[in-house]
């Protein structure tokens, strides 16, 4: 339920505030004065796009806020699946900057307009000639008669099912269209693959390959300074370790007169031993050293295979090579796979089907079963409207899946005994159409828990007896939910629990519309003026207050 409506910088609505209460809320003014602005700033709150044209002041932003009560209306997994605060009273804000930058919040959480549609829907139906074009629409026309079936977890059942299905044939589809693609490479990308695989690469193996090529190339010349370095270290006459040796006895001597003697003969001890093992490791590195030339050939040949296949692949190592191995053996299996994987995708595609027309027959037998009793309620709804002998027929045809099932759903009117029902866009006039969303509307307000409903317009075209019978459904159904109608008739307005009165200020330089909630006292006046015109008569605002307190 709107509990509250600020309306700042719009159109020409400079600053406007009202607070609707639960049950029917009447708004009438003038023509002109801004009731039909007003449902455009609301529409804000609903996702609609924003245009900078509207500001009243260009220079100062536009902001909409709609204060919700919804505490009644089990949206918590809503919101958590939006990772939105839950508040039972939701705060909606849009914003529109002088810049044409436009912000929506809920709850002061920043969203995208999509979030703002999906949310609106709960909140809000914003009845108006737009929702008679909707009406003409198979969308809408299935969505009004899942409402009056109940549908909505059969809708949701067939919905994934469809998906999946959607899902299984776009794959299907996809690995079908690339089939002749990758037989097309499977040649090319084997010739390389097993040109890889013969290369029998490692990780590590080309630094390795070239440091032991290095060493063989240079043999003797190795072998030649591993001599002198071990010869400086264990020379008979003169070496270091003897050296060091002959120190370590000469710290040894005198380490029991200080600690600092027997730290000293500690390190040259830890340094002797250090270069013992040095002195052991340079004579196993040249034992190891020889000249070998058929292993320069064979490693000159490694390198160079791996050098041809980097230069081939553009590439400057062999883990590069390694994953583009890992890649083309991906390609290559898949295509020698492709026949079991086109199976599988068949398979599945074939099951899911199967799934989604039994839940899509499950659906359509659902809606088929309630289309006549829905028929038979508008038309006698239609009946008490003034149209006696109006006729809606809902017709079914089969389709394709779709989103929405397999139905596409034929409305056909004719208003005129003897009359045959054509589609109900080309025969009814707006008065007839206003009559007929009025009618499914109260229907479904009896089926289901319904948003915050606005009627503009709700009106047209008729009069008299028909405009109390309006009356009497708009009150009916605003026991059940709020309803905010736009009239222009006194038969609707003496019906409204509250009455707000739009009107135009031009007293300065700018017109400005306003609004404000009447009392009781103006009500009757503004009644009385519906009924008698600008300046009632005596019996005008006799029958305002016969009708006011009639209907209170």
């Known amino acids: 339920m709107l509990t509250s409506l600020l309306i700042k910088n719009y159109a020409l609505i400079k600053h406007l505030e009202i607070q609707p209460e639960a049950g029917l809320n009447i708004i009438t003014g003038e023509t002109g004065a801004g009731k039909s602005i007003m449902l455009g700033a609301m529409g804000l709150l609903m996702g609609n796009r924003a245009d900078t044209k509207a500001l009243f002041d260009e220079n100062e932003k536009c902001v909409v806020e709609g204060n919700f009560d919804i505490s009644k209306l089990d949206l918590q997994a809503f919101f958590e699946d939006l990772e939105l605060d839950y508040e039972p009273s939701c705060l909606i804000r849009r914003e529109i900057s002088p810049n044409g930058k436009s912000r929506a919040f809920v709850n002061d959480t920043p969203v995208t307009l999509d979030v703002l549609k999906t949310l609106g829907v709960y909140l ?9 074009l909707l009406l003409n629409t ?8 899942d409402a009056f079936a109940g549908n909505q977890s059969l809708s949701e059942k067939y919905l994934v099912s469809y998906k999946a299905f959607k899902s299984a044939e776009k794959a299907l589809t996809a690995l079908q269209n690339n089939a002749d693609s990758l037989k097309k490479e499977f040649d090319y990308n084997k010739f390389l693959l097993d040109e890889l695989v013969v290369a029998k690469l490692v990780g590590e193996e080309q630094a390795e390959l070239e440091e032991e090529l290095m060493i063989l190339e240079n043999a003797e010349e190795v072998k030649r300074k591993l001599g002198f370095a071990y010869e400086y270290l264990n020379n008979a006459d003169l070496s270091v370790l003897g050296l060091l040796k002959d120190a370590n006895v000469a710290l040894g001597s005198i380490s029991g007169i200080s600690e600092k003697y027997a730290s000293l003969k500690e390190r ?3 340094s002797l031993i250090e270069l013992q093992d040095i002195s052991n490791e340079i004579e196993s590195e040249d034992s190891k050293v020889e000249t070998d030339d058929e292993k320069v050939v064979f490693l000159r040949d490694r390198l160079n295979a791996i050098f041809r296949l980097q230069q081939k692949h553009a ?3 062999i883990t590069e090579l390694i994953e583009i191995r890992e890649d083309l053996q991906q390609k290559v299996s898949k295509v020698v796979n492709l026949g079991e994987e086109l199976e599988v995708l068949q398979k599945n595609r074939e099951k899911l089907f199967a799934e989604t027309q039994k839940d899509a027959s499950t659906l359509s037998e659902s809606r088929k079963k309630v289309i006549q009793p829905l028929v038979d309620k508008i038309q006698g709804l239609l009946a008490e409207l003034g149209m ?5 027929l809902i017709g079914t045809k089969e389709k394709a899946f779709a989103s929405d ?3 596409d759903l034929i409305f056909e009117f004719s208003a005129n005994k003897g009359s045959t029902p054509k589609p109900l866009k080309d025969v009814a006039s707006g008065g007839e159409f206003s009559r007929v969303m009025l009618s499914l509307k109260y229907v479904l307000a009896e089926k289901k828990s319904l948003p915050t409903i606005i009627f503009d317009e709700i009106d047209t075209g008729i009069s008299g007896e028909v405009a109390i019978k309006v009356g009497k459904m708009l009150t009916e159904m605003s026991s059940k939910l709020q309803v905010i109608a736009i009239t222009h008739l006194h038969q609707i307005a003496g019906k409204g629990q509250t009455h707000f009165y739009v009107y135009k200020d031009n007293s300065d330089t700018k017109t400005v519309s306003l609004m404000r909630k009447l ?6 006046i503004e009644v009385a003026k519906m009924i008698g015109g600008q300046n009632p008569s005596e019996s005008a605002i006799r029958s305002a207050i016969e009708m006011l307190e009639n209907n209170n």
């Open 124 to 132: 809000m139906d914003i009845h108006s000639q737009h929702d008679t």
């Open 138 to 145: 198979n969308a809408y026309q299935l969505a009004l008669l």
């Open 268 to 270: 040259v001890n830890s």
């Open 315 to 317: 590439v400057k190592s």
């Open 388 to 392: 006696p002998d109006a006729r809606l």
């Open 405 to 407: 099932g397999i139905d």
């Open 519 to 524: 009392e009781a006292d103006e009500r009757i």
